[in-house]
T-cell receptor, first 115, second 111 residues
Framework: EAEVAQSPRYKITEKSQAVAFWCDPISGHATLYWYRQILGQGPELLVQ????????DSQLPKDRFSAERLKGVDSTLKIQPAELGDSAMYLC?????????????FGPGTRLTVL | RKEVEQDPGPFNVPEGATVAFNCTYS??????FFWYRQDCRKEPKLLMSVYSSGNEDGRFTAQLNRASQYISLLIRDSKLSDSATYLCVVFHTSGTYKYIFGTGTRLKVLA
């Protein structure tokens, strides 16, 4: 079964350091999402790509966060500098909109701890 | 008011019990609806899509009420392994394709 891949699975960093997360969506899925999930809350969209283009980054803190999907396949999310409040699970998801019900599939996530 | 609202719980139920969760949404243009299951410190996984006519998958039944703008999930004969957080997700295409998540409802099934 095709899966969304993410790495690393866990990341511990000190505040003010730079971190980067990688995501490889299910093959053929044109739409890729990065979410942040704080414990006890639902995932919150950070950025959405359609192929290589950003279609929604309204909730992305652009002073410190950046995301790219240069060839419209895999994607990288970067935080520089990291802050204590960035500690969370970062989830990548993809979807194809090929069916009627538009399911979204998640990767295993990267758990970030900022010290 | 949040666009998708759920009772965060926790719902503590004995094994074998029937439990129901509701979720309300505010955007009447919402097109698709899902229930995801999320285990502690894991990623959300699709449990069921919710069809207009309602649908059933084994012990799980999902219903959609567009007039009142809510969806529900019924779990019959609860198992210990059903203990998880259940996320309500609403999809619409206002501008872009967008999935809106509720905060999740925690379920704990007790032996």
């Amino acid at each position: 079964e095709a899966e969304v891949a993410q790495s690393p699975r866990y990341k511990i960093t000190e505040k003010s350091q730079a971190v980067a997360f990688w995501c490889d969506p299910i093959s053929g899925h044109a739409t890729l999402y990065w979410y942040r999930q704080i414990l006890g809350q639902g995932p919150e969209l950070l950025v959405q790509f359609q192929d290589e283009s950003v279609v929604d980054d309204s909730q992305l803190p652009k002073d410190r966060f950046s995301a790219e999907r240069l060839k419209g396949v895999d994607s990288t999310l970067k935080i520089q500098p990291a802050e204590l409040g960035d500690s969370a699970m970062y989830l990548c998801a993809s979807s194809s909109f090929s069916g009627r019900y538009n399911e979204q599939f998640f990767g295993p996530g990267t758990r970030l701890t900022v010290l | 008011r949040k666009e998708v609202e759920q009772d965060p719980g926790p719902f503590n139920v004995p094994e074998g019990a029937t439990v129901a969760f509701n979720c309300t949404y505010s955007n009447s243009a919402s097109q698709s609806f899902f229930w995801y299951r999320q285990d502690c410190r894991k990623e959300p996984k699709l449990l069921m899509s919710v069809y207009s006519s309602g649908n059933e998958d084994g012990r799980f039944t999902a219903q959609l009420n567009r007039a009142s703008q809510y969806i529900s999930l019924l779990i019959r004969d609860s198992k210990l392994s059903d203990s998880a957080t259940y996320l309500c997700v609403v999809f619409h295409t206002s501008g872009t394709y967008k999935y809106i998540f509720g905060t999740g409802t925690r379920l704990k099934v007790l032996a």
